[in-house]
């Protein structure tokens, strides 16, 4: 995870611009500083959930360290600026109330879609986004790139991580509303789906178990720890037409390695932030999906 850097107000520019996800050159770019009454917020934020979570913290650490980092924006038809990077870092120096914020000044991008992958790929870099968010973006570039491959190059994120954001949107409509009423997580709903083959439904594979079976399953296992879940869709992929019981009963009798290890104050704080702005149960739930993914794109 990178922390958000931005310039304080009386810093020098950075020599080199940010590479972002669009066709145009760093020659094309500039620094400026602009009156933050002067910048609007784009239409194509990534983050549309949580954007005020945790401000307040953000607001205290560029009083004391100043911004680092400049937001990012375009000018637009009117001849001010619209905002398409940067979102919290702007709202953090509104509140602080900072007449100028330092700004990367770059052309405008060709399309909204190409806007939203460029505000996509900035925040994805810096704090994680709300999950939701994340789904959302991806429905939007599958519908123009067609294929998993093209929106996961488009977005550096693995194949598979995109398969899963997609898959919650095809995922049994209760079990949508009770993710968002917090009932399961979305990795339980996810891993319930899969456990079932639920997720390759329409895809010739086979007979479909059915949407309450799906729903009864993520019931079950919403109480499992993240490893026992993993072995849930272990068990019941290999054979979907078993019966619920049977399948959280020989998960239930795997057990796991315990892992266990200190992290600095500051850093259990992220950590314990990432796990409520995902709405996992524990934080040691959120520690043992992280450290999945990071095994995942290490290539282990």
């Not at 790139?145 to 194949?159: D, F, H, M, R, S």
Request: with cysteine; aromatic share 6%.
């Amino acid at each position: 995870m990178i922390l958000s850097q931005s310039l304080s107000p009386d810093s020098e520019p950075p020599n080199k611009n940010p590479k972002m996800s669009d066709s145009s050159s760093d020659d094309d770019s500039r620094f400026e500083k602009i009156p933050v009454t002067e910048i609007t917020m784009g239409q194509s934020q990534a983050r549309n959930r949580k954007v005020d979570k945790n401000l307040d913290d953000l607001v205290e650490s560029i009083k004391k360290h100043g911004l680092i980092e400049p937001v990012i924006v375009y000018e637009n038809s009117t001849g001010k600026y619209t905002l398409f990077a940067g979102q919290r870092r702007f709202l953090a120096v509104k509140r602080i109330g900072w007449e100028n914020i330092d700004a990367m000044v770059r052309p405008k991008p060709s399309t909204i879609l190409k806007e939203k992958t460029i505000s996509y790929v900035e925040n994805v870099m810096r704090e994680d986004m709300v999950r939701q968010d994340v789904v959302d973006a991806c429905k939007a570039f599958m519908m123009e790139y067609k294929t998993i491959k093209a929106v996961a190059e488009e977005l550096g994120i693995k194949p598979n991580k995109v398969r899963d954001y997609l898959a919650f949107d095809a995922l049994p409509e209760e079990l949508q509303v009770r993710v968002h009423k917090k009932d399961f997580t979305l990795n339980t709903a996810l891993k319930a789906a899969k456990a079932l083959t639920w997720d390759h439904k329409g895809f010739g594979k086979g007979e479909v178990e059915s949407d309450d079976k799906v729903i009864e399953l993520a019931e079950k296992m919403k109480d499992l720890a993240a490893p026992q879940q993993d072995m849930v869709v272990r068990i019941g992929s290999a054979d979907p037409s078993r019966p619920i019981d049977e399948i959280i009963g020989k998960a239930k009798k795997r057990k796991g390695k315990k892992v266990t290890f200190e992290a600095l104050e500051e850093d259990y704080t992220r950590l314990s932030t990432f796990s409520s702005n995902e709405n996992f149960d524990t934080v040691g739930e959120a520690a043992y999906e992280l450290t999945k993914d990071a095994l995942d794109r290490s290539g282990y």
